[in-house]
């Protein structure tokens, strides 16, 4: 029998054709984790000495602080926002934290001076970072140029406190310094205390995002601010939280270096965090556009950076072509976030 005219014949879909799609849409969505398996799969198997405490400590130290700042710029690019300032902030936290350890009885008691050397840069971070929240949504300044504030002037602070000087702290000669390096050095069950900070932090802050009316209000500002007024959500002042989120988590980044470091350096502390902080949250699949965002991809994202400068520097790559690649490798990212968009 012939076909009836007018009936267009159905055609099933080429089945190739089909899974080309379904691994692009796996590819999409799952991208960075399956990159990092990769990365820890082949360094399993290719690079000596992976599989260590060691070398576990030693990838998550550095990557320690780069995770906290990024969970801060995550909530901040979330609501469309972008903070600049991170690095200087860590550098201003650096600086204060030693003024507060020259003499255990200079507060009447050593806990006293430890409980201000952790809390006060802590404060004075916090408040800055409402110094930006404050620009961003009183004085209406965009948010590039309200963080590029205090990234130009915060460093001149923080040089300023102490007369642009590095300073050591085992020539304070405080009883004050070995607590206060457990911050950055200190050890529980042989896991540093930094690694159990940044997780504690990162899991705080996943579910803060998933499971509060707060993360709730902070992606809807970021995907339409308008409508979210109309909607009750009080606009300005998730901005303003957000904002003091990432001065926050600067500030402790800030203390775990000068810790780790036992010096505090106002020129070196948080350089290039505010580039590396971004660089996880973009990798980590948090459009830069706002109105949706993950911790646990900027955690990933985080990694994988670090894996892969790791495995670079193991298999003795230059250091000039591992920076290309790891370029590369956030080019691909922010291309696949776009495609996924689309």
């Avoid at 006293?112 to 840069?121: D, E, M, Q, S």
């Avoid at 000087?165 to 911050?183: A, D, K, T």
């Amino acid at each position: 029998m012939s076909q009836p005219t007018g009936q267009p014949l159905s055609r099933p879909l080429p089945a190739a054709r089909l899974g080309d799609s379904q691994i692009a849409d796996v590819l999409r969505k799952y991208g960075s984790l399956i990159a990092l398996a990769a990365l820890l799969l082949y360094n399993v198997l290719f690079t000596n000495n992976f599989v260590s405490i060691g070398t576990f400590n030693a990838n998550m130290t550095q990557v320690a602080t780069i995770v906290i700042v990024a969970v801060g710029m995550t909530f901040v690019i979330a609501t469309g926002g972008i903070d600049l300032s991170v690095g200087s902030l860590m550098a201003i936290a650096g600086v204060l934290a030693p003024l507060f350890l020259l003499d255990g009885q200079q507060f009447g008691a050593p806990a006293v001076g430890l409980a201000l050397a952790i809390v006060a840069p802590l404060v004075a971070t916090t408040l800055l970072g409402a110094f930006n929240g404050t620009l961003v949504t009183v004085v209406g300044l965009q948010p590039i140029i309200a963080t590029l504030v205090l990234y130009l002037g915060g460093r001149g602070i923080a040089q300023l406190i102490v007369d642009g000087e590095l300073r050591e702290f085992r020539n304070l000669g405080s009883p004050l310094i070995p607590s206060f390096e457990f911050v950055g050095l200190g050890q529980v069950a042989g896991i540093r205390f930094q690694i159990i900070v940044m997780v504690v932090i990162v899991i705080v802050a996943a579910w803060v995002l998933r499971a509060t009316t707060f993360g709730r209000y902070v992606l809807a500002t970021g995907g339409n601010p308008a409508a979210a007024r109309l909607a009750g959500v009080p606009v300005n002042r998730v901005k303003m939280a957000v904002y003091c989120i990432s001065g926050f988590l600067a500030g402790i980044a800030g203390l775990i270096v000068v810790a780790i470091n036992r010096s505090s350096d106002p020129h070196r502390v948080g350089e290039y965090m505010e580039l590396d902080a971004i660089a996880a949250v973009a990798v980590g699949g948090t459009p830069l556009s706002g109105g949706r965002a993950t911790i646990l991809g900027t955690f990933i994202g985080a990694m994988i950076i670090q894996l892969l400068r790791f495995t670079l520097i193991a298999h003795n790559v230059p250091d000039g072509i591992t920076r290309m690649v790891i370029a590369g490798a956030i080019v691909v990212a922010v291309l696949t976030q776009r495609q996924r968009s689309t």
